[in-house]
C-alpha cells in the first residue's frame, strides 16, 4: 500500500516555568500525544494511531501534526513532561489545528476499542469443487467464486497440556503455544448446583455442593488478570539491563557544554530530562554544578564555595524543585567532611552553611574517610559509599528512612580493595544490584568499567568493559570513567547513563552514553542531542577593531545563537596587531544581542605552541580581549590562533 495523506492539524503551545516573582523562563522537556482509541475510520481505510512524541525546548514546542478527530467518538490524550507533575488531559484537534494555552480540555472518550462497521455477509457453509477449489456459501444464499486451496503434508499429532484453570463469571478457553506441544487455560463458572431436596442423604460433592478443601484451594488459584499482569512482569524481567547486563551494548547520547578545563566528576538526570553535572574547580576548591538540557546544551550553573571534589552527586526532585546532594569535602583532614542538601538555583553561589546538613551514618568510622552517594527516587533507595584506607563499603537504604534519619541498613557489599578494584567514580542502586563505575584513566584496574554486584550474595556477577568507549588513542590521552546515573522508560525499565572524559588536561571531551535494552521505550537524549546537531544557527560576523584581523575573510570571527539562546563563537585570529604584545589589548567587540550576562573567558590555541597558549575574556559589554602575559616565552602569539571557549548564556 502506497502512503496515505490523512487529514490533519498543527498542535503548538509556548509553555514557561515562574522562576522567581515575576520572572519565568522557556520551559524544557517534551509532551506526548496519545489517541483514546486503537482504531478510527478514514474513508475506506481502518487507521490505528500510533503515540506522538514533540520536544519542548525554551518555551516552545516543536510544531506537531495530528490527525484530526472526530470528538464524538475520540480525542487526544495529552502528557505533558516539562518539569512539574501535570497530569494527562485531553483535547480535540479540528482542522484549523490547536493551541494548547488556549484548547478546551475535553473529557476522554473511551476506551474505545472498535469501531464496528456495517454487516457483512456471514459464511455458513462450503462447497468442495473437486478441482481444487472451493466455494464458500453465505447466509443469504449466495455463493462466492471459487478459490484455490492448497492442502499441506499431514502435521504431527498436537500434544495438549492443560495449564491454567481459574474461576470466572464467563466461561474462557484459550490455546498457548504452537503445534504439536499446546497448553490448553480454561476460566469456568460456578455450576448450577440443583435441588439439594433430591439428595437428602447425599454428601456435600454429591449435592453439586463445593468440599471444604476444594473451595480453599479454588480460592489459591489466581484470576485471569493476575496472571495477565505476572506474564507481563515476567517478560519485563526477562529482557532487562539487570537480567541481560552482559548482552548490553553501549550507545553515544550526547557531549554536555560543560567547561573543558575540568572533567565531570558526576551527574544525575530528572524526570524532564536536564542533567545536573558536577566539576571540581581545583584552584580554588569550589565545585561547579552545571544544568544541562537532554541535548546537552548548558542552561545554568551554581558555585558551591569550597564543595571540593565532587565526585558524586545525588538528585532529587520535589514539587518546589530539584535538590542536590553531596559530600562537601574541601577539607579532606575531615574538619567540613560533611554531607549536605540544598535546592538548586541556577546562577546562585552556595556556601556550607547555605545547605542543609544530612545525617551521616559513618560518622563513627576510624580514620580517613570519604563518601560517595547515589539517589534512586523510583524505588525509593539511596546508596551510600563510606569509603575508608581499606577500601569502598557500599550499603543500600530506604531513601525515605535515611531523609527521615532513620539508619536501616537493607543490604551491604563487603569491603571492595582499592588495589584490586580500582578508582570508585560512582554508582547506581536498585533492589537487586549494585552498578559501580570504576577507573581514573591509568592502567589496569584502572580502565574505565561497570561493575554489576548481586546485594542478596554480595558478590560482582558481570563486569562491563568501557575503556574503547570515547578514547581518542595515542597511549597519553585521558580515558576517565566519570559519573553514572539511573533512568527509567514507560515501562519502568532500567537504562544507565554514563560519562567518560576523553582529550588531554585543560581541553576535556566530556560524553555521555547509554547502557539500555535495545527496546527501551525512549530515546534517553538521542533526539534531543540529534536535534541540536542539526538545527540551523544564524551566524553573525564579530566587529574589528582597526589594526587586528581575523586569519582569512573564512575565518573571520562569527557568534550565533542555538535553539537554547546559548552564543557560540567561531573563527581564527591572525597576530596582526598582536606581536609584540606589552598590556591587554581589546581587539573586537561582540553584537549587543550576544553579550554575556557576566564575563567569560577563552583560551587562544596557537598553531606550533600548544604547551603556551594565550588567553582572554569577553566582557559583559562584548569587549574582546587578550591579555598580556609575563610568564609566557613569547611577547605575542607567533602565529594565527584559533579561539576556544564555552558557549555562554546572552543578556536578556
Known amino acids: 500500500m502506497a502512503d496515505i495523506a490523512l487529514t490533519s492539524a498543527p498542535v503548538v503551545w509556548t509553555v514557561a516555568n515562574q522562576i522567581a516573582g515575576s520572572v519565568a523562563n522557556g520551559a524544557n522537556g517534551y509532551v506526548e500525544f496519545e489517541a483514546s482509541t486503537v482504531a478510527y475510520f478514514h474513508g475506506g481505510l481502518t487507521v490505528l494511531p500510533s503515540p506522538q512524541r514533540a520536544e519542548v525546548i525554551d518555551g516552545e514546542m516543536t510544531a506537531i501534526e495530528l490527525p484530526v478527530n472526530d470528538p464524538e467518538v475520540w480525542n487526544w490524550k495529552v502528557t505533558p513532561h516539562v518539569g512539574v507533575n501535570w497530569p494527562s488531559f485531553y483535547v480535540n484537534v479540528p482542522e484549523g489545528g490547536t493551541d494548547l494555552s488556549s484548547a478546551a480540555v475535553t473529557p476522554g472518550i473511551g476506551p474505545v476499542r472498535v469501531l464496528q462497521g456495517p454487516q457483512g455477509g456471514s459464511v455458513v457453509g462450503a462447497e468442495d469443487q473437486g478441482d481444487g477449489t472451493i466455494r464458500f456459501v453465505l447466509d443469504d444464499g449466495t455463493r462466492t467464486d471459487p478459490m484455490p486451496i492448497t492442502r499441506g503434508p499431514a502435521g504431527p499429532a498436537n500434544r495438549l497440556a492443560i495449564g491454567t484453570v481459574m474461576k470466572g463469571e464467563e466461561p474462557y478457553a484459550s490455546l498457548v503455544g504452537e503445534a504439536p506441544a499446546q497448553t490448553l487455560n480454561l476460566v469456568l463458572p460456578k455450576g448450577d448446583p440443583g435441588n439439594p431436596e433430591d439428595l437428602v442423604d447425599a454428601t456435600p460433592e454429591q449435592r453439586g455442593l463445593m468440599a471444604a478443601q476444594d473451595k480453599a484451594h479454588l480460592d489459591l488459584t489466581p484470576t485471569r488478570a493476575e496472571v495477565a499482569e505476572s506474564t507481563a512482569r515476567t517478560l519485563v524481567e526477562t529482557y532487562s539491563l539487570e537480567s541481560n547486563f552482559d548482552a ?90 560533611v554531607l549536605k542538601r540544598w535546592k538548586y538555583v541556577g546562577g546562585a553561589t552556595v556556601s556550607s552553611s547555605d545547605a542543609e546538613t544530612m545525617p551521616d551514618f559513618g560518622s563513627g568510622m576510624s580514620g580517613f574517610r570519604w563518601v560517595g552517594l547515589t539517589i534512586n527516587q523510583h524505588l525509593d533507595l539511596i546508596g551510600i559509599n563510606n ?35 580500582g578508582a570508585f567514580q560512582s554508582m547506581v542502586v536498585t533492589d537487586d544490584h549494585c552498578y559501580v563505575h570504576r577507573g581514573d584513566g591509568s592502567a589496569g584496574v584502572n580502565q574505565p568499567r561497570m561493575d554489576q554486584f548481586s546485594w ?46 576523553t582529550g588531554a588536561s585543560g581541553a576535556n571531551i566530556h560524553s555521555i552514553y547509554s547502557l539500555a535494552p535495545a527496546d ?67 581587539f573586537g567587540v561582540v553584537p549587543r544581542e550576544f553579550w554575556p550576562v557576566a564575563e567569560v573567558r577563552w583560551i587562544g590555541w596557537v598553531t606550533g605552541r600548544a604547551s603556551r597558549p594565550w588567553g582572554g575574556w569577553i566582557s559583559a559589554s562584548g569587549v574582546m580581549t587578550i591579555q598580556a602575559d609575563s610568564r609566557n616565552e613569547d611577547p605575542g602569539p607567533v602565529s594565527h590562533f584559533t579561539i576556544i571557549i564555552q558557549p555562554w548564556q546572552a543578556k536578556a
Request: with cysteine; proline share 4%.
Open 248 to 337: 548490553i551494548r553501549p550507545r553515544y547520547i550526547t557531549r554536555p557544554d560543560i567547561r573543558v578545563n575540568n572533567v565531570m566528576q558526576s551527574f544525575g538526570r530528572t524526570s524532564n530530562g536536564h542533567y545536573y553535572i558536577a566539576q571540581a574547580v581545583s584552584i580554588t576548591d569550589d565545585l561547579s554544578i552545571s544544568r544541562c538540557d537532554a541535548g546537552g546544551r548548558i542552561i545554568d550553573t551554581s558555585i558551591l564555595t569550597g564543595g571540593g571534589h565532587g565526585a558524586s552527586v545525588g538528585v532529587e526532585e520535589q514539587p518546589d524543585g530539584v535538590y542536590i546532594w553531596v559530600w562537601w569535602d574541601a577539607n579532606v583532614d575531615g574538619t567540613r567532611n
Open 520 to 586: 527501551f521505550q525512549d530515546d534517553t537524549g538521542v533526539g534531543a542531542a540529534l536535534q541540536r546537531v542539526f538545527s540551523p544557527m544564524n551566524w553573525v560576523p564579530v566587529q574589528m577593531n582597526p589594526g587586528f584581523e581575523p586569519r582569512s575573510e573564512l575565518d573571520a570571527l562569527q557568534v550565533a545563537k542555538d535553539a537554547s539562546g546559548m552564543v557560540h563563537l567561531r573563527g581564527q585570529m591572525s597576530n596582526t596587531g598582536l606581536e609584540p604584545l606589552t598590556s591587554n589589548t581589546a
Open 387 to 421: 569509603r575508608t584506607q581499606d577500601g569502598d563499603n557500599i550499603e543500600l537504604r530506604r531513601f525515605s528512612e535515611y531523609v527521615a534519619g532513620t539508619d536501616n541498613v537493607l543490604a551491604k557489599l563487603p569491603t571492595l580493595s582499592l588495589s584490586t578494584e
Open 456 to 501: 542478596a550474595s554480595g558478590e560482582k556477577v558481570a563486569s562491563k568493559d568501557l575503556s574503547g568507549l570515547a578514547y581518542l588513542g595515542g597511549g597519553s590521552g585521558k580515558n576517565e570513567a566519570n559519573g553514572i546515573c539511573q533512568w527509567y522508560d514507560a515501562a519502568g525499565r532500567l537504562s544507565l547513563l554514563v560519562g567518560i572524559d
